[in-house]
C-alpha cells in the first residue's frame, strides 16, 4: 500500500455539486494536511488537523470542510462546487517530530 | 498570514551547480524543508534542517540557512537532468506553508 492514498485520482463534476475528496494514509501520523495547487501559485494551505480531535483553518478554508474519522482517514468536502474550485489537491501528512512527510499523489478536481 | 517566497525559474547546465533561494517570514518556525515535485507526483520531502542549525549537508545536497535575513537556500551540486523538477520550500510552525515553487530546468 502506498502511504498516502487519495482518491478519487481525477473527477470530473457539475457546479453546485457536493463532493467528498478522501485521503488514507499507513505511516501512524498524528497530522494532516489538504492543499490545493495551482499553477504559478504553489500550494495553498485549505485546512489541517493534528489528532482526531483537532482541526485547524488554512489560508484558503471557504467553500471548503474536513472531517478527521480516524488518526488514519481525513476527508476534504466541497458542500457546492464552483468553477474556481477546479484544481490539483494533495493531501499530506507529517510525523510529531516535524521530520518525515509523506504526500499522496493529489486528486485533479475539475468542476464545470 | 506568514509568508514564504522563491523565484519561479532556475535554468542551468548538466554538471553545474543549482542554487534555489527561499525567504520567510515565520521567525518561529521549527523546522525548515525543501521538497521536490517531479511531473504528475505529489511533493517529496528531499531534506530539511532544523531552526538552530545554519547548514546541511546530504550527498549532494547542501542547504543553508541564515536565520538574520530568514533566507534559506538550496544547493544542488553536479547538478543532472533527473533533477529537473519543481522545489518547494516551505516552513513549519504550526502549519505548513509552502513557497510557489521553483522550476528547476537542466539543460545538457
Known amino acids: 500500500d502506498a502511504d498516502v492514498t487519495q482518491t478519487p485520482r481525477n473527477r470530473i463534476t457539475k457546479t453546485g455539486k457536493r463532493i467528498m475528496l478522501e485521503c488514507s494514509q499507513t505511516?501512524?501520523?498524528?497530522?494532516m494536511y489538504w492543499y490545493r495547487q495551482d499553477p504559478g501559485l504553489g500550494l495553498r494551505l485549505i485546512y489541517y488537523s493534528f489528532d482526531v480531535k483537532d482541526i485547524n483553518k488554512g489560508e484558503i478554508s471557504d467553500g471548503y470542510s474536513v472531517s478527521r474519522q480516524a488518526q488514519a482517514k481525513f476527508s476534504l468536502s466541497l458542500e457546492s462546487a464552483i468553477p474556481n474550485q477546479t484544481a490539483l489537491y494533495f493531501c499530506?501528512?507529517?510525523?510529531?517530530?516535524?521530520?518525515?512527510?509523506?504526500f499522496g499523489q493529489g486528486t485533479r478536481l475539475t468542476v464545470v | 498570514g506568514e509568508d514564504v517566497e522563491q523565484s519561479l525559474f532556475l535554468s542551468v547546465r548538466e554538471g553545474d551547480s543549482s542554487v534555489i533561494n527561499c525567504t520567510y517570514t515565520?521567525?518561529?518556525?521549527?523546522?525548515l524543508y525543501w521538497y521536490k515535485q517531479e511531473p504528475g507526483a505529489g511533493l517529496q520531502l528531499l531534506t530539511y534542517i532544523f531552526s538552530n542549525m545554519d547548514m546541511k549537508q546530504d550527498q549532494r545536497l547542501t542547504v543553508l540557512l541564515n536565520k538574520k535575513d530568514k533566507h534559506l537556500s538550496l544547493r544542488i551540486a553536479d547538478t543532472q537532468t533527473g533533477d529537473s523538477a519543481i522545489y518547494f520550500c516551505a516552513d513549519n510552525n504550526n502549519d505548513m506553508r509552502f513557497g510557489a515553487g521553483t522550476r528547476l530546468t537542466v539543460k545538457p
Open positions: 499530506a501528512t507529517l510525523d510529531r517530530l516535524g521530520t518525515e512527510a509523506f
Open positions: 515565520d521567525s518561529s518556525s521549527t523546522y
Open positions: 505511516k501512524g501520523h498524528d497530522r
